[in-house]
């Protein structure tokens, strides 16, 4: 789904980029251009980027915890 029609960039688009390291809103807009013409798109882009940072640190807690208990030492 496309988020920002002003720089034609998908929702796929920004999550990738918060997963390859855009973790703030002003990363988006220098990595990307998201909210950068009118900003009509910053409120949900702001949204996409607050629920990504958030499932990305439950995946990594996750996988902390699942190494914790395969660990035989
Ligand atoms: S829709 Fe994103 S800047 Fe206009």
Redesign the pocket.
Known sequence: MI?????N?SDREIRMAIELGSDSMEALQRDLG?????????SY?TELLGDTLAQSHTTVLQETVLQRQTCSN
């Open positions: 988020v920002c029609v002003c720089n960039i998201v909210a950068t013409c009118c900003g009509q798109c910053l882009a």
